[in-house]
């Protein structure tokens, strides 16, 4: 369980492009770090490439965070000028503070009707008294200093940040923000100085999900650059290569995905990693790699969709494309993390299964765990017995899809004497043959569909926490929220609970999730999007109870624990 | 089933001894049946280890052919041959990889993966049978199809101008490029053996009649002719004797020496530990 209400303290800081808010807000969530805080940071932009309006959207806590809170402690603007779209995520109250630079325009109307305390901070002439001085180390200072981190801990963010300028370049920054810092008094921000600097990681899903995948063993990537995937890919790229692997950018999702699969044919374990629009191109590819039986991992980072739909904004609406869009009787395994530490684990937990049953999985990661930056305990981590089943030796009347019973056959991988077979996308018989004979195709799709059902995938298919009689579903990054949620309610109404979170998402579970549901009279599947996607695939696989209720709305806003709780709250009262 | 091999000791095989023994489904006189016995020629004379060769296709007539070859073979998906052999040669340079397919797969549904894997030049050879036509779908007209012939799909022609592969080729970077008649065993055999054996990404277009939706095809054995001037190692002057000629010059066109996408690097023994620490606040 994370976060306890009254013990973090948020902050945006808002800034047209070019003003260094995510610096600040990155430097600020470093020193909040190295004082024993934990956190986490979106960053929120407008759809200009550059120059438009962006905004860092900071949460410091004394326990672990991994969402938003419901309204902002402080909101710094170094300016004001196109923050009206932004404004709508960034609530604030009668006590919240606005900090504004009277030299800019007047705070937004929406603000100043909130009824929050207005200060002004020369942020611009303050800057401008450091020769070279800028306006976001200023407002770092004095949003620092409001949180009771120390002095010390900002020098070193910055050092961090920006040491490779130089010594000169840090020094101006510094004497900037101990300007700010100076103008600021201390608020209600959570206790520093509990934990021990050094021991706290840094990290953002899409940075977790590679480490996932290389510690899983991922040695070959194919890229396609998209919103909101990119950065999964250009960390890999780099730390691929000290590992004796490659990263290959493609022409498009189409060649990404066959790329990848031709890797993972060759032996080397192999991702690519995109975003809705790019998983509809891909569909095909995992067909083939389903009828091929390749290991393959699709991260699917989740926006909101059709289409284009809005890139920069998460959304959980990809579910019936990954479980249901492939053509065909096509056996696969969707996962899906739960929280922005938990993609390390669930994405190394992909390449195991994909390697262990030759088949593509697609980790369907969304938006706000991919971008979201945390402050957390290190993940350490875990050893999975990860191998592919592989012809070493190859006997005489070897069999590439020999029918076996687990479903899994071994794989003979080039270079290996007398393994020799053509993978097919073609139904096939035993042998790799080409067949269109109705027991090849029926004894196929038996096999391929046993090796995923029957496979032990133990207790990492959901995290289930709390008892009761009433449960709650749900899945993703909707999971955190959920999970704060619960902690705000009163005792009465949790110790009647127990939430359950997918992570497995298919095949489906239905033993695991009897025994889950065992004693639950009612259930609530809560999710982000506008169907009720995961509610239906429930409903339609799942013995589930009698009363079931589904909370759902579509992105681009995140749920927030507070309206969460409150819908929570209602149901159980029911 | 597979032959067994030796990785010890290989012996050297026959052109036949790369074959696998399944029976084609092209049809009787079909200019692949040349391209296959071509191709195993190919293989033989440079003496390739089956086990170290891989054969990658798409779909169509053509895109048949790795099951016929006792080599490692993967039949993909339509159009992405291209981007199946990349990964699998990236991922395994040790490996002798070959591309094939014809001209619906390559130049149509895969035509963007031709343009891009002649300008990243991963060290593969890519041999489309080009019979001017879908045969598997039973005639319709392709990207290499005059624009006036006939069809049920397209009456009295497509009216659309004809795909040219090797000026394409060379305008996006191939590193050889060559084109030769499926008929001419001799000739194909010694061209597809240079193209395998020559660095980078290797073009070569076999012209391969369709005999069965395309009969007129028949005669092209009368129309090609060699070259009347050797290879050039200028690709502006290789695209103007390729866009000048009757399309029936066959031979070497153009080699190559440019650097070769995706050589492998060594693994870092202190990997794991690097990555956790760059996380640590």
């Known amino acids: 369980m994370t976060g306890q209400p009254g013990m973090s303290f948020s902050v945006a800081l808002l800034g047209k492009g070019g003003a260094g808010v995510i610096t600040a807000g990155d430097m600020l969530l470093a020193a909040a770090a190295r004082c024993g805080l934990y956190g986490l940071m979106i960053r929120a932009v407008g759809p200009q490439i550059r120059g438009g309006e962006s905004a860092a959207l900071v949460r410091l806590s004394s326990v672990p965070v991994e969402c938003l809170d419901d309204r902002f402690d402080v909101v710094l603007g170094i300016d004001w000028k196109q923050a009206e779209q932004l404004l709508s995520e960034i609530a604030v109250d009668a006590d919240s503070i606005v900090v ?79 300007l700010g810092f100076s103008r600021s008094q201390r608020s209600a921000a959570p206790q520093t100085g509990g934990g021990q600097a050094g ?351 589904t909370v759902h709305r579509p992105g681009p806003g995140v749920f927030r624990p507070g309206e969460i709780a409150t819908r929570i709250d209602a149901w159980c009262g029911e | 089933m597979v032959r067994r091999m030796s990785v010890a000791a290989p012996c050297k095989l026959k052109a036949s001894d790369y074959k696998s023994g399944t029976k084609p489904v092209w049809c009787p006189g079909c200019g692949d049946f040349h391209v296959l016995a071509s191709l195993t020629k190919a293989i033989a004379a440079l003496a390739l280890v089956p086990e170290n060769l891989a054969v990658v296709s798409g779909i169509g007539c053509s895109s048949r052919i790795p099951a016929y070859l006792n080599c490692y073979g993967f039949h993909g998906v339509h159009g992405r041959a291209l981007p199946l052999a990349t990964g699998l040669k990236v991922a395994r340079p040790d490996l002798t990889v070959i591309c094939a397919g014809g001209d619906g797969d390559g130049f149509s549904i895969g035509g963007n993966h031709l343009l891009h894997a002649c300008r990243r030049n991963v060290d593969i050879t890519y041999v489309v049978m080009d019979n001017e036509i879908y045969g598997m779908t039973k005639g319709q007209p392709s990207p290499t199809t005059a624009p006036d012939w006939d069809s049920e799909l397209a009456p009295g022609g497509t009216g659309v101008s004809p795909f040219h592969p090797l000026v394409i080729a060379l305008a996006s970077g191939a590193n050889f490029v060559a084109r030769t008649f499926a008929g001419d065993v001799k000739g194909t055999t010694r061209t597809l053996a240079e193209a395998i054996g020559h660095p980078g990404f290797s073009f070569v277009q076999i012209l391969s009649p369709c005999v069965t939706f395309r009969p007129d095809q028949r005669e092209w054995k009368n129309k090609v002719h060699p070259p009347p001037v050797t290879f050039t190692t200028d690709p502006a002057q290789a695209a103007r004797r390729v866009m000048t000629d009757d399309g029936f010059n066959i031979g070497v066109l153009y080699k190559g020496s440019r650097d070769i996408y995706g050589q492998a690097v060594e693994r870092n023994a202190e990997f794991e530990r690097d990555l956790d620490a760059e996380f640590l606040v």
Request: hydrophobic fraction near 45%; include cysteine.
């Open chain 1, 100 to 178: 504004t630079d009277p030299a800019e325009d007047a705070v937004p109307h929406s603000i100043a009707a909130s009824g929050a305390v207005l200060r002004q901070l020369e942020m611009k002439e303050l800057a401008e008294s450091v020769s070279g001085g800028r306006v976001n180390m200023v407002a770092l200072g004095y949003v620092a200093g409001l949180a009771g981190i120390s002095q010390e801990a900002i020098r070193h963010a910055i050092e961090k940040n920006i040491g490779r300028k130089g010594r000169q370049a840090v020094d101006v920054s510094v004497a900037a923000a101990m």
């Open chain 1, 199 to 549: 021991n706290r990681w840094m990290i953002s899903g899409n940075h977790a999900t590679g480490l996932g995948a290389l510690r899983g063993g991922v040695r070959f990537a194919a890229a396609y650059p998209i919103t909101p995937a990119t950065e999964i890919l250009e960390w890999l790229a780099p730390r691929l290569k000290d590992a004796g692997g490659t990263l290959t950018q493609a022409e498009d999702e189409l060649a990404s995905i066959n790329m990848a699969i031709g890797a993972s044919y060759g032996g080397v374990p192999s991702l690519t990693a995109t975003s809705g629009p790019g998983l509809s191109l891909m569909i095909e590819g995992l067909g083939l790699a389903v009828c091929a039986e390749i290991p393959l991992v699709v991260v699917n980072v989740m926006r909101a969709g059709p289409s284009t739909g809005i890139p920069t904004k998460p959304e959980q609406s990809d579910f019936n494309a990954a479980i249901y869009g492939l053509h065909g009787d096509a056996p696969h395994i969707v996962v899906a993390p739960n929280s922005v530490t938990d993609c390390v684990y669930t994405t190394q937990w992909a390449v195991h299964l994909a390697e262990a049953t030759q088949a593509p999985v697609i980790v369907l990661s969304d938006q706000f765990i991919g971008q979201a930056i945390v402050v957390a305990d290190p993940v350490p981590a875990i050893s999975f017995f990860t191998k592919r089943k592989v012809a070493e030796e190859i006997p005489e009347a070897f069999e590439r899809y020999a029918i076996t019973a687990d479903g899994i056959s071994p794989m003979p991988l080039p270079g290996t004497a007398g393994g020799q077979y053509t993978a097919d996308g073609l139904e096939h018989s035993a042998a790799a043959k080409p067949s269109g004979i109705a027991s090849d195709h029926s004894a196929q799709l038996d096999k391929r569909a046993r090796k995923i059902a029957d496979f032990d995938y133990g207790q990492h298919w959901a995290d289930i926490e709390g008892a009761g009689e009433l449960a709650i579903l749900t899945w993703g990054s909707t999971a955190s929220v959920v999970r704060e949620a619960l902690q705000r309610l009163p005792d009465k109404v949790t110790g009647r609970l127990k939430l359950i979170t997918l992570r497995l998402l298919l095949p489906v579970r239905q033993e695991d999730m009897a025994a889950a549901l065992d004693g639950v009279n009612r259930l609530l599947v809560i999710e982000q999007n506008h169907t009720g996607q995961l509610y239906r695939f429930l409903r339609a696989w799942y013995d589930l109870p009698a009363d079931v209720d």
